[in-house]
């Protein structure tokens, strides 16, 4: 079975801070794709970043970085120095299955001035 | 470059009704896929077309049904409306055969379905 699992529910911060958004998931494919999401009030979900999972190398890109392990089945994200335009509710998802999506519930992330 | 374009925006049924949403794929799609998003919880995925077929279909009730036209726009169906039916409604374009199989998902705003 494939799932994905966001344990934080919300994360409150404050302006400039780090912030590590969680992701487990579960899959028995060899071969799946793991994807963040935003999702901002206006409701669109917004691609951010994506890691095959023949490619452990971790990457920054801006203010975004990634944390995949295999081993613990884990694809957590970081964003450097938040910003309140960086609240909105994010989801992790994984491509598996016959290229199906399966997403997360979400975690809800405020940043406060 | 035009992307995910959904509509309405919102729409307010009463039970046993039926109802019809809207997609227009990102330009230079063929696949469109349905989610159905209910409050605090991720998307949960309904089906996808690809060359006006169903390809792919989650774990929702016949009661739900789609078209894609030859133009890859889409349509979502629900019959039989139920107060659980409440919810947002997401629709996604993708490339079927695309180059690299991590290709993301396009989503569109969504249409927020309220039944009463």
């Known amino acids: 079975a494939q799932k994905v699992t966001q344990a934080q529910t919300e994360i409150s911060v404050v302006e400039k801070e780090d912030v590590t958004l969680d992701c487990v998931y579960e899959?028995?494919?060899?071969?799946?794709?793991l994807f963040w999401y935003k999702q901002p009030p206006s409701g669109e979900l917004v691609f951010l970043i994506r890691?095959?999972?023949?490619?452990?190398q971790n990457e920054i890109s801006g203010r975004y970085s990634w944390n995949f392990q295999k081993s613990t089945s884990s694809f957590n994200f970081t964003i450097t120095a938040s910003q309140v335009v960086d609240s909105a509710v994010y989801f992790c998802?994984?491509?598996?299955?016959?290229?199906?999506?399966?997403f997360g519930s979400g975690t809800k992330l405020n940043v406060k001035p | 470059d035009a992307g995910v374009t959904q509509s309405p925006t919102h729409l307010i049924k009463t039970r046993g009704q039926q109802v019809t949403l809207r997609c227009s794929p990102k330009?230079?799609?063929?696949?469109v896929s349905w989610y159905q998003q209910a409050l605090g919880q991720g998307p949960q995925f309904i089906f996808q077309?690809?060359?006006?077929?169903?390809?792919q279909r989650g774990n929702f009730p016949d009661r739900f049904s789609g078209h894609q036209f030859p133009n890859y726009s889409s349509e979502l169906n629900v019959n039989a409306l139920l107060l659980g039916d409440s919810a947002l409604y997401l629709c996604?374009?993708?490339?079927?055969?695309?180059?690299?199989?991590?290709?993301?998902?396009?989503f569109g705003n969504g249409t927020r379905l309220t039944v009463t």
């Open positions: 996604a374009s993708s490339l079927y055969f695309s180059g690299t199989r991590n290709s993301p998902l396009h």
């Open positions: 899959t028995r494919d060899t071969t799946y794709y």
């Open positions: 890691r095959n999972s023949f490619d452990e």
């Open positions: 998802a994984l491509r598996a299955n016959f290229n199906k999506f399966y």
């Open positions: 330009s230079g799609h063929d696949t």
């Open positions: 077309y690809y060359e006006e077929e169903e390809r």
